[in-house]
């Protein structure tokens, strides 16, 4: 045991070696060739060190939350005027820094989990994925709300409602995709009769969103929620589940689809598509109940036969929240896959090597094959379906019915005074 742990040791090191040389390559070709989001970032933390005031002096696309990490390296350097290269160059550690963190609280989670890989195999799982997601995990802000659920999960592990719900809280005011965690926690504690964990679950929510946002309120009005406008505007996006179904359906003469750069994304422009989009929202909702209503069912069952409810179960049903708010999304870009990398290092070996395959798949998609979407040809619909089918077919298997193992924790629900 101690040769393979040895082993894993140096593949964790090898990789950890592989990530950093890859991130300063990325950075030497990035730093002259900007992205659009790191352009994006660089304009907010540069108007942000300049005094103006986000939402109403300059338009911003995130949550409040979300300037925190864009604005960091600004801070870091007391205020510093900083151009674009130096701006890259801060943004890339504190990128590594996010990955440190994560890793860190994913070995604090795997504490309460007898079922998770031993400590050096779960950090070279983890370091895996991410060079398999490389090319979308650099010059994204998604790290940070990743890390802020991560915090949650273990403040529900620890029983820890109160705390729980001001880290999701503090999420979604990063990126709004939290929110849909919050239901199943509700649905988990009032499942196992913790009635007073619910409520401070909710308190808690409440609290960090209020703390996050009124200030923002104050300086900038009501213009804070011009993000949700900027979202509602957006067309269905060529990578997203609802796209790739168009594209199929107009396979046998893609010279009828066409697509348009804006909101900061390729969107469809083809027939069937303004009928997907109004669908959209009524299939969210029907999914997304049915998935409280399976949890509930699920939580109620275990609850009857062993008078708890296993952290398994649990984060099953937190994955499958996240899964169906990707899937019905207009919207499905690459980095969204990060919001569950924290949650999947927790699932079977067979599963996490599914994820894997799905994040090659995401990689070629974007950015290796991705003219072969903007400009859509055979090969590239084909490839999106398999992702997005391989995808669908990952919840499905995460859903799936198991029973309980008596070596996973059990979420018990006697209250805890620190709750």
């Excluded at 393979?4 to 140096?10: C, D, T």
């Excluded at 103006?52 to 990490?69: H, N, S």
């Excluded at 205020?79 to 943004?91: E, H, I, K």
């Excluded at 109160?162 to 499942?191: D, E, F, Q, S, T």
């Amino acid at each position: 045991m101690k040769v393979k742990e040895g082993f894993f040791k140096w593949v964790a090191g090898a990789m950890g070696i592989l990530l950093l040389s890859y991130g300063f390559l990325l950075w030497q070709r990035k730093a002259t060739a900007p992205p659009a989001d790191m352009k994006l970032y660089f304009s907010v933390s540069t108007q942000l060190s300049e005094g103006k005031i986000p939402y109403r002096d300059f338009t911003v696309e995130y949550p409040p939350l979300a300037l925190l990490p864009l604005v960091l390296p600004h801070l870091v350097t007391a205020g510093l005027t900083l151009d674009y290269r130096a701006y890259s160059m801060l943004y890339l550690l504190e990128t590594f820094s996010l990955l440190l963190l994560i890793a860190f609280t994913v070995q604090q989670v795997a504490r309460f989990w007898p079922e998770s890989l031993p400590p050096w195999r779960l950090l070279a799982v983890y370091l895996l994925l991410i060079i398999l997601s490389k090319d979308f995990v650099f010059w994204r802000y998604d790290l940070f709300p990743a890390w802020l659920t991560l915090l949650a999960f273990l403040a529900v592990l620890k029983k820890q409602p109160l705390l729980a719900g001001m880290w999701i809280g503090l999420a979604i005011m990063a990126k709004l995709y939290p929110v849909m965690l919050v239901p199943v926690l509700l649905v988990y504690y009032l499942a196992g009769q913790q009635y007073r964990a619910s409520v401070r679950l909710v308190a808690g929510t409440g609290l960090a969103v209020a703390l996050v946002l009124l200030p923002v309120v104050f300086l900038s009005g009501n213009q804070v929620f011009s993000f949700l406008t900027y979202h509602q505007l957006r067309g269905l996006q060529i990578e997203s589940v609802a796209g790739g179904l168009v594209l199929l359906g107009h396979l046998t003469d893609l010279s009828r689809v066409s697509t348009a750069f804006n909101y900061g994304a390729f969107h469809l422009e083809a027939s069937g598509v303004g009928p997907v989009l109004k669908a959209l929202p009524g299939l969210f909702l029907v999914a997304f109940s049915g998935l409280l209503a399976l949890g509930w069912f699920r939580f109620r069952l275990e609850y009857g036969q062993t008078g708890t409810v296993s952290a398994d179960s649990l984060l099953r049903f937190l994955l499958g929240a996240l899964m169906v708010f990707i899937s019905t999304n207009k919207v499905f870009s690459p980095q969204y896959l990060i919001w569950l990398l924290p949650f999947v290092l927790f699932l079977s070996v067979k599963q996490i090597a599914w994820m894997g395959f799905i994040f090659l798949l995401t990689t070629l998609v974007y950015p290796v094959f991705y003219p072969k979407l903007v400009d859509p040809t055979v090969f590239g619909v084909l490839l999106l379906t398999a992702r997005n089918g391989f995808f669908l077919f990952f919840f499905v298997h995460v859903l799936r019915k198991k029973h309980p193992s008596s070596s996973l924790p059990n979420l018990s629900p006697t209250p805890y005074p620190n709750g």
